[in-house]
């Protein structure tokens, strides 16, 4: 720091912990760095090699998935400790860059774990490489798939976090619309995004309470497509898709087009932030870490993204319902020429 003492200045190096710099939300982050203050969201570490870890990392599960081709089973078994001992090793080295303060490791890692927890809960071999046609197999836990386990992670971590945040925001300062709001998400998750698809809906049709409907087979078989519920398209993109039930497709038109913009309409965008489950996550586990996101005229500029993406999710599902269309008529087809040639 600079001291002017009688009209002559003198410089005097002060050892600080902390800078509190309040000029705004646009930060002037090169004079900062060239006075030598580190920012809290500064990211340092080697982004290039944290990129190609996590990529080596998927390549050696690939290999120890079996998924290398026909070969013979010496052979097959060989390479596949191969992938384990890449995984190890690829992993291994993103968490001791990590410990050692890179944060794109840390980015890394985090992005290993939630691409592999949701990208093999759909199963059926629609898993996502390097896990395809094993994945879900592999982690069925305790006689219940994966897609269940991974509804039991995203609820716990909206319950935990939740709490803490509703006792922050809510009842350390004795706020009763936070207090409110965050009930509403954890109560919403808990029945509409756990209990009801994955409880209630499979004993609805076990036990025929909801009489004739329970013999649909084409109905019955449905449980996952219970979360459109309350699940919106396109935050449920498969709501008109994959032969679903003309119930489940009449109320994803209701409340995706009817509903939920009268709502909006009359209360704002507070589906985001009281119910959707997507929403929540971001409201309770993302609540702790809220302060290091973008700020400013940037960070307004990253919100287009929202309608970007909306706007992408609209031209695929209309190119979508053209081919599931166009696939209906195909096969339709040959059966009506029958039965007019018969006629």
């Known amino acids: 720091m600079i001291i002017n003492r009688n009209g002559s200045t003198e410089k005097k190096e002060v050892t600080t912990n902390h800078v509190f710099v309040l000029i705004g939300a646009e930060l002037p982050y090169k004079f900062l760095k060239s006075v030598g203050i580190k920012l809290e969201n500064d990211w340092e570490g080697n982004f290039l090699r944290s990129i190609l870890l996590a990529f080596t990392s998927l390549?050696?599960?690939?290999?120890a998935g079996g998924q290398t081709g026909i070969l013979p089973d010496s052979l097959q078994s060989l390479i596949a400790w191969m992938g384990v001992v890449i995984t190890f090793i690829s992993v291994g080295s993103l968490v001791v860059f990590a410990i050692k303060g890179d944060r794109w490791a840390w980015l890394s890692i985090s992005f290993l774990i939630w691409y592999t927890i949701y990208g093999i809960k759909i199963g059926d071999g629609r898993e996502f490489w390097p896990f395809n046609n094993w994945g879900y197999e592999a982690l069925k836990i305790a006689g219940r798939p994966w897609s269940f386990w991974y509804?039991?992670?995203y609820t716990s971590l909206m319950t935990i976090f939740g709490i803490e945040a509703l006792k922050r925001w809510g009842l350390d300062k004795q706020d009763r619309f936070q207090i409110w709001r965050y009930v509403s998400l954890i109560s919403f998750q808990?029945?509409?995004f756990f209990v009801i698809p994955e409880f209630l809906f499979q004993w609805a049709v076990?036990?025929?309470w909801i009489g004739e409907?329970?013999?649909?087979p084409e109905?019955?078989?449905?449980a996952w497509r219970s979360y459109g519920i309350v699940y919106a398209w396109p935050l449920f993109f498969y709501t008109f898709f994959y032969n679903p039930h003309t119930i489940w497709?009449?109320?994803g038109v209701i409340l995706s087009f009817i509903i939920i913009p009268i709502l909006v309409l009359f209360h704002g965008k507070r589906y985001c932030s009281w119910i959707c489950g997507?929403?929540?996550l971001a409201e309770t586990f993302g609540d702790r870490w809220r302060h290091l996101a973008p700020k400013g005229k940037e960070a307004i500029k990253w919100e287009v993204m929202g309608t970007v993406v909306l706007l992408f999710a609209f031209i695929i599902t209309v190119l979508m319902l053209i081919k599931d269309a166009w696939v209906s008529r195909s096969t339709l087809r040959p059966i009506l020429s029958q039965l007019m040639y018969s006629s």
């Open 219 to 222: 109905f019955a078989e449905q």
């Open 206 to 208: 076990k036990y025929q």
């Open 59 to 63: 390549i050696g599960v690939w290999f």
């Open 278 to 280: 997507c929403g929540g």
């Open 249 to 251: 497709v009449i109320w």
């Open 213 to 216: 409907l329970a013999h649909d």
């Open 151 to 153: 509804t039991v992670i």
């Open 190 to 192: 808990w029945v509409f």
